[in-house]
Each structure stands twice: as C-alpha cells, then as structure tokens.
C-alpha cells in the first residue's frame, strides 16, 4: 500500500520515457528461451524486443538450472557448478541508448509448483558437495528436516581469540613481594585491598604505596618475630563486588594472616560480614563516620568525635551558625551529614539547605545555585571521589566564596595540590595527618617515603595511616606472641597497643578497637598554603564506649550511628 | 518568579544544554555515518582533556590548547577506523565489543602511563554577578561553543561538498560507492570528526573538572541519553533531545536535587525510547513527511 504510493512518486514514474502509461504485457517462457545464457556480454542474441513501460512475465529457473530434483540429487554429480545462475533473456529495450538510466520495477516473483529445489551457497564454506538443500514451497522457503548448517571455521577461530584476549584484559594485578630470607620460617602474608584504578584511585594510591614501605622496612629489620612479610596484593577498581571477590581469595586461596582493605566506607561494609565469618583481623585504615562495633576489625582512620566534634562548634563560632551540607550519597556521605546535623543542631545553628549527590556527577551548576539561595554562613563538603572534587574548580568559577568545613579535603583528597589557587582559599579540615607537619619525626618520614616513591603526588592521610596499621599490627603480634584473632584481642583488651606514627603516639582503644589521634586543625589560605589553628596532643575514640560498645565483653559485630543506637 | 530566578533557571537550562550537545555530539556523528555505538566515546573525552592540559602546561595559550586536543583526538581515531574500527561496520554487536576493548586499554593506558591525575588548568574569565547570585562566565562561553558546533556541522554537512558525500554514504553507501564517493574515506574521516567532537568536549570541560583517566566516565550518560533520545540524525535530532533533556534535568536538579536530576534523565529516556523508537529524529521525519 504505501510502498505502491512510493512507486507512483519515484523518480522511476516520473521521469520515464513511457511517460507514466502501462505498456503491453509480454511472455518468456522456458520455450521461447531454449537455450540460457550465464554471462553477460556481447556473445548473445537478443530473444525479445519490447518497449519503454511494457510488462514482461518471465519463467525463471533456479540457481543449478533445475537438475537437483530430490534430496537425493548430488550437486556434484548433477551440476556442472560454473554453469550456475542462467539468465533469461536477453531483452531489448527499443530507444534505449548509451547514458540513459534504465528503470527495472519488479512486481512480483512467485516460486514455481510443484517446487524445485537449490543450494544456499552462503552455507557451503568449502567447495563439498551435500552440504543442504533449501525446498522452496509456495509463499515461504523451508528449511529441510535434516539440515546441516556449516559456519566458516574462520569466525569461530575469531571469536575464541576474542574471548581469549578478554581474559587476558580483564585479568587481576597480583604482586607478591617474595620472601628473601631464610625459608626455616614460613612467611607472614599480608593481604592488601586498594584502589589502584579508578574514581578514586588517585587517592589509595598513598595507601598502597605507605603499606609497601612499611613491609620494605620491617623485612629489612628483620621481619615479625623472624618471619618475613608477603605483601599479596590485587586491585579491586572501585567495585564493591571484586572487593568481595578477591577478600574471599585472600582470605580462602592465599589465606592471609592479616587483612588491610577498603577506602570508601561502601567498601568496608562489603568487606566486613566476609571478614566477620573468619578469624583474620582486618585493619580499617581510612578516616570514616564512625560506629563500627567489630571484633574482627581494627579502625585506624578518624572519627567524627575526633574530626567533626572539635572542627563543628569552632566553624559555627567563627562564621556563623548556618550551615548548607553537600554530600556523596552513600552511607559515608549520608552518616557524616547525619553527624553534621546532630553537632549543629546540638550548639543551637540550623542546616539550611542539605544535598546528597551520587558518585560520579561532576557538573555542578545547580547545586551552586541552591547553595547561593540558602545563604549559609558556611558550607559542610563532603564530595568524594574525582568527578565530585570538580565542585571545588566549579564554585569558585562561579562566583561562590564562602568558607567550607570537611573532613576528607586536604589531607585526604589533596585538593590545594590539584585545584589552582585560590579555589580551596578558607577551607578548614580536623585530621591527624597532613604532609605539611611540622614535626621533626613526620619530616624524616616524608624523606623516607619520597626516597621510595619520588612521583608521589602527596602524602595523604590514609597514606601514612596504612603505613602506620603495618606497625601496629607487628606490635600486637609481638605482644601476643602469636598471630591468632584472639590473642591480639586479648593484648588490645590491655590498652597498651600503641605505637610511635609518623603522626605521633597511636593507640589501640579497647572497647571500641578504634585508635586515639594527635589531632590538627588546619584552615588553607588564597595561595593554598597550610595553616594549623588548634591542636589536641590526644583524642580518644571515646563515642562508641559511651553508647556502649564494649568489644572486651561482647561482639556485637554491628555499625551505629547517631540515629541508629544499640539497643539498651 | 522573580526576574532573578527566571535569569538563573535559564542560565541553568542552558549549561546543561551546553552539556549534552558538546557531550554527545562525536557519538552521534559516528552512530548516525556507521550505526557504531562507539564505547571508547569517553576516553576520547578524557584524550581530549589530557592533551588540552598537557598542552596549556607547554605553554600554549588555552583556546589553542584546546583546538589541538581535538585535533589530536580527530587523528587518533582515523587511526582506529583505519586499524580496528573498519572490520566492524556491518556487526554493530561485535562493533560494541570491539569499541569498549579499545576504551579499556585507553583507559588502563593512560593509568599506566601518566598515572591517576594530572595537575588542572583553572576555569577562566571569572563570574559575574546578577541579583544576588553569580555566574561562571566560561559556562556562558561553553553554551556558546556549543550552539557553534551544531551550527559548524550544519554548515559542513549542508553546505560542502564532504557534506554531500557524508549525507549520502549516511543514507546509502552501496549506491553512493557506484556513484563514485570515496567512501572509505568518508567513513575514516567522519570517525576522526566524532573523536575529534569528543576530543573539544574534553579539552573544553577539562578546566573546569578533575584531570584523570577515568573522567570521560561523568560525561557517557548523558551523552548515550542524549544521542538515543535525539536518534540517528545530529542536526535535526539533537538539538531538540538536548533542549528537552536540558529542561528536564535542570528542573528536576533546581527542585529536587542532582540524585532527582540524574533519575529524571534516566526516566526521560526510558519514555523517549518507548513513544519514540528513532528519537526525536524519526519523530520529526514522520511529521514532516
């Protein structure tokens, strides 16, 4: 229907030399044809004259020139196979001459009855003859009962070098520092799970490298009561479930003594209820939202009583007490905005405007917007990850000038170093660990590090926190005189797990198995350098003790948060 | 609404607008030639962005800067359409595979080579201010780029006579080959206008976003959206899929927040895809004709 229409408006209708008139209708029939042509050339006579518009009935025959009349029939017998594809014909067409186009509207084509038979030559890879027969009956084509189907071997080949080439594309990164010692005593195996690809990349990099550092030196010294350190590492490319796989492989296939892994809190709680299920100690080394109440794991990083409950009230007492939040939205961002809200609104301030904003958005020109109409005294950020730290190049861009409170920016996430000045100008962040320290301890440190790692772009806090928890753990087993989960337990219980960071004094709370930190706090300036305001010499991780997290009486092996309280 | 918040609303409308069409524009030159759903789009960004930096870095003034990222990005996908690209152009499937195996070992190339992020260029040309709120003036600048490129490409394929080939390879590259269009050549040179679009795009937002390999990732979305939404046409379909969606994201952004903005244009397109299957640009043929 519609496509008679395209007919009657083609080029073909109009422009044609019959001028839109139907001519007369002739035959070719298999008598008038006699004999068939199988090139196209000078070679033959013509057989019929028509003229411009005339219709023309043809009786055609198939490919082989219809010997195969069964199934039984052998092309190869009964064809001679360069003899194939006859042509009707040849017609002439009257007052046709060189350079003119000449239009062919093929009405309708009916197979023949009873029906004949041919061969599918896309189906026949090699010159063999029976490959398979295709049985045309009127109105549709049917495939034969038995049909054998022949792809060209070439593609398989193909695609098995595909599927082989992807393996070797989505293979794991593992690297094992050997033992170089005495083989007497069987290595202690570390397991290492960090980012060393993807959004935040940039950032665990640190972490990687402090944990190599820290294994480079204690092998050197003489390993953990002689016994070498095996650094089994792999790289989990910001996906919660390769977290999950390769903790299983960790903790299953290379049966790690001791477990350092995550950055994101997403991550840990990935990680955790595998954990959970072993007796390996795990050892949390980033800065986080607090509240995980968990025999099995060791928290190094700080915690909002640490960074929001000294950063918070002296914010609101400076700027004033509106506050807008901006957070990554998931349970970090979400946690750590809840705990914003609890302190503010505890010192009599008010949130006037709250953003949650998925991983991985990096235009931000609404949120500023929003941000301008609340008109807070300051701003909370909690953006994580690449895309997100766009925010900090964009509100200055546009405009936005107002001093910002974090616990992630600087001396996690670096952002004097990565942003032009002044965009990080009045941002004010509470942590234990910034590579500017002034400290003769955290200097030689620094030297140490950027003796090793020269690229580094910065020291961050995760950074020497992993480094750091390398330490600790040898403490605890020199302790303990052993590595078993609950001889370590039982030497945190003591409360004298401590050791000398670069950071300072560190020491293992026992009730929350959450670590006491020196703690800054530092403001940056319009030409991005470090300023520290306050310092506290020690804060311990005092929160989870006062709602009642006791990991030396029970093991709970739960997350709280200020909503979200044990139950009484 | 007050004046101020109806100024702000379409300064908003229009950067996402900017967004979009800068985004998707090299996806939809090279799916509307091919039909190649080109899964390296983001790396091209990323490309793009490294080689504006890197070159800003060197000394070159930063519009210079940007226009040889795009070049650069132009010439390394000739490159690919010659040595990959082209065994795939009747197997969209397996064009699928073979676009995202190039986009990994970008991607880990670049991380391997350069590492995780590289120092960034400043936004330029400050803010001005309107009633109480302020306003990138570079963004302003991008919307105007933006509406450039799509009146650039309405030039070159309206107007030139590669444009006339392209238009015919696009509708039927058998007989436009018969009629003596070099179409190999048009096909390696429009893949080199999509990488080098995608390329500007980079270069163009790299000052105003974190530098590393993975950026192209927070540009991918929108681009795929915009480009299914608009269909296979990028100057008739395009530009009205990208003011669609700009008005949809920016909306559900102002009122309800960037999680409500990211949904909304999810959602957009589950509709888009469903009432019309060819985008805005079978939408439109259908009316016309």
Known sequence: ?568 | MQPTEIVAFVYQISDVFAFLVLAAAGLAIIFGMMGIINMAHGEFIAMGGYVTTYSYHAGAPLALAMLIGAVACGLFGVFLERTIVRRFYHRPIDSLVATWGISLIMTQGALLLLGSGAPGVGTPFGSVSFGGASFSVYRLVLVVVAVAVLVGLYLLFMKTRFGRHARATMQNAAMARALGVPVNKIYSITFGLGAALAGLAGGLYAPTMTLSPMMGTSFVIEAFVTVVAGGADILIGTPPAAVALAIIKATATAFYGQVYGVMSLLVAVCLVVRLMPDGFTGWLIRRRS
């Open chain 1, 1 to 568: 229907m519609g496509y008679n229409r395209w007919v009657s408006q083609s080029i073909m209708k109009r422009r044609r030399s019959a001028a839109g008139k139907t001519g007369k209708t002739h035959t070719l029939t298999e008598e008038q044809q006699t004999e068939f042509y199988f090139t196209i050339g000078p070679y033959s006579k013509p057989l019929l004259s028509v003229n411009p518009g005339d219709r023309i009935v043809v009786d055609t025959r198939d490919a082989l020139s219809g010997r195969i009349k069964t199934e039984a029939d052998k092309p190869s017998e009964k064809t001679r196979l360069l003899f194939a594809h006859p042509q009707n014909g040849p017609i002439i067409i009257e007052g046709a001459a060189p350079d003119d186009a000449l239009a062919v509207h093929i009405e309708e084509m009916l197979p023949p009855y009873p029906p004949s038979f041919g061969i599918d030559r896309n189906k026949i890879c090699h010159p063999t003859p029976e490959r398979d027969h295709i049985v045309l009956d009127r109105g549709s084509a049917l495939l034969a009962q038995r049909l054998l189907i022949r792809f060209c071997h070439v593609a398989i080949g193909r695609s098995k070098m595909t599927i082989r080439l992807c393996a070797l594309l989505t293979g794991i990164a593992a690297f094992a520092l050997s033992a170089a010692q005495a083989a007497d005593k069987p290595p202690l195996k570390i397991g290492l799970l960090e980012d060393q690809s993807g959004e935040i990349a940039l950032f665990t990099l640190p972490k990687v490298h402090g944990t190599q550092l820290a294994v480079e030196e204690i092998n050197k010294a003489g390993g953990i009561m002689g016994r070498q350190l095996e650094l089994i590492a792999y790289d989990p490319q910001f996906d919660n479930s390769k977290f999950q796989e390769f903790t299983r492989r960790l903790l299953d296939k290379d049966k790690v003594d001791v477990l350092f892994a995550g950055a994101t809190s997403a991550s840990r709680e990935a990680v955790r209820p595998i954990v959970d299920n072993s007796d390996v100690l795990y050892f949390y080394t980033n800065q986080y939202e607090g509240g995980v109440c968990d025999g099995n794991m060791i928290g190094t990083g700080g915690l909002p009583e640490q960074q929001f409950s000294t950063l918070i009230p002296w914010m609101m007492e400076k700027y004033g007490k509106k506050v807008y939040i901006i957070a990554a939205d998931y349970n970090f961002g979400q946690i750590s905005a809840e705990w914003t809200r609890k302190l503010v609104v505890e010192k009599g301030g008010e949130i006037v405007g709250q953003e949650l904003i998925p991983l991985g958005v990096s235009q931000f020109g609404q949120t500023i917007q929003n941000i301008q109409k609340a008109k807070p005294d300051w701003l909370m950020s909690l953006v994580v990850g690449n895309s997100q730290s766009s925010f900090y190049e964009q509100a200055p861009a546009a405009g936005l000038k107002i001093p910002m409170g974090s616990s992630i920016t600087i001396g996690l996430g670096f952002e004097h170093k990565r942003f032009k000045p002044p965009a990080m100008e009045n941002m004010h962040v509470a942590m234990n660990w910034f590579e500017e320290l002034d400290d003769p301890k955290a200097k030689e440190f620094v030297a140490r590090w950027r003796a090793k790692f020269p690229n580094e772009t910065y020291i961050n806090d995760m950074g020497q926190n992993a480094y750091a928890a390398v330490y600790l753990y040898k403490k605890l087993v020199e302790m303990a005189g052993s590595t078993k989960l609950g001889d370590i337990r039982k030497q945190i219980a003591t409360g004298k797990a401590c050791i000398d960071a670069p950071e300072g004094q560190v020491c293992i709370d026992p009730k929350s198995q959450h670590v006491a930190h020196r703690m800054w706090q530092i403001s940056v300036d319009a030409a991005h350098n470090v300023k520290t305001e306050r310092s506290w010499d020690r804060i311990e991780p005092y929160w989870l003790g006062q709602i009642g997290c006791d990991l030396t009486k029970d093991d709970p092996k739960e997350q709280y948060t200020p909503s979200s309280l044990p139950k009484k």
